[in-house]
């Protein structure tokens, strides 16, 4: 008889629909729905409710800033690895109380109008932000305790699709329901489904292995430091962590300009853009977690990130021909199937450098260094676009992914090594 197919790190390969069945996938994935029903209530569906209202631009702008939570919440996340609820478990306690807060927040919206009340709606909108960015802390310490190494790949697929779709449902959703019951029925709507959310937090399972907090809150901060820096590769892992998506993301800096630039209309960009931009993004996320359980961590990462960078090349091609719908359309699907599948593949890589002890403040610091170069290649992004042009851009975004690659395969004892670690702190 044929030899059972096997993982990277040489486990029997267990089969999708047998991993996918598990109570904890399945978890994962509802609380990727709840971690992303909340993020356009500070961002698109907010703006819209002003908009509607006759609110101004500049008025809108400033409320933009509701969403800082979201960038500053490895802060306080020392503070849920510290201190549990005395209920649930360790994670799941907090959660169920966030979404609960959440939908409250959420449903206290419908009291009140923009014109009258913009003070108080930017108030309710300023701790939505943080009620989410904290739910967030804890459902991402969650899927890094709860994970096992060859489930990884699939979890950050679950995640990420449950994210999509929730923020589409509360932004797409949320304004057809606006459109004809009123704004009050669509935070009703999204509050309802935030509680509905919680209830199946209920019933996600506890992780198999159990951590203890930190005794104290200086030990939740100085010992997971020191975690993640002991070893003699572990400051290299932090630079590949920073560094693999350098040119995924410095190609992206300026996509609207460059695509306004060959000549297309505003509304193709709006339209066609985000269209393919979705589906190809969740293609990628998919096919990359099927394809991490036969890859592993390495592999993965190695061949992702090499498409990635390629994928830079089709813009290059874009560039080159001018306006071409056909090439827009194909350049965008490939640069995002690529990004998708990257994207799990990172996200994996965050969960396999996470303790359980500490997965809250090591999970949100190291999500908050890997967006450090979408953060900041804006600036020299715009320099080399405006005196190479954008063939060239395109070609130095391609050449600036290839140090991470490299990394990925100068790293891969360590990246293997971590494909088949499980938390060091799990009693």
Known sequence: PPAPVTTATGAPQPRFREVMREPRMVAVLALGLA???????????????????????????????VGLPYAWKFLWA?????????????????????????????????????LDALASIAVLAFAIGFLSASQDIVINAYTADVARPHERGLAA????????????????????VAQYAGWQAAYLMIAAAMVALAVGTLMAPEPKQRAAPPDTLRESIILPLRQLLAGPGALALMVLLVVYKVGDAFSLRLFTP????????????GVVTKTTMALATITGTVLGGLWMIR???????LWFGSFQALSNLTYMVLAIAGKNHVLMIAAIAID????????????????????????????????????????????????????????????????????????????????????????????
């Open 78 to 114: 020392p503070l849920i690895d510290r201190y549990r609820l005395p209920f649930i478990g360790r994670r799941r306690g907090w959660i169920f109380v966030l979404q609960l807060a959440l939908a409250g927040v959420i449903a206290a919206n419908a009291l009140y109008s923009p």
């Open 35 to 65: 971690s992303g029903l909340p993020y356009n209530l500070t961002d698109g569906t907010l703006q819209a409710w002003l908009k509607d209202y006759g609110i101004s631009n500049t008025q809108i702008g400033l409320l933009t800033l």
């Open 336 to 427: 995002n199937l690529a990004g998708g599948m990257g994207s799990v593949a990172l996200t994996a890589f965050v969960l396999a450098l996470c303790d359980q002890r500490f997965s809250a403040f090591q999970y949100a610091l190291l999500s908050a260094i890997a967006v450090i170069p979408r953060t900041y290649l804006g600036v020299p992004a715009g320099f080399l676009a405006d005196r190479a042009g954008w063939p060239t851009f395109y070609l130095l975004s391609f050449i600036a992914a290839i140090p991470g690659i490299a990394l990925v395969w100068w790293l891969r004892r360590d990246v293997r090594a971590l494909d088949t670690r499980t938390s060091a702190g799990a009693t």
């Open 157 to 176: 697929m679950a995640t990420s699709v449950g994210y999509r779709a929730a923020s589409w449902f509360s932004f797409s959703i949320a304004l057809i």
């Open 258 to 269: 460059f695509l306004m630039d060959l000549g297309f209309s505003k509304a193709e960009i």
């Open 295 to 301: 890859l592993g961590l390495y592999r993965a990462m």
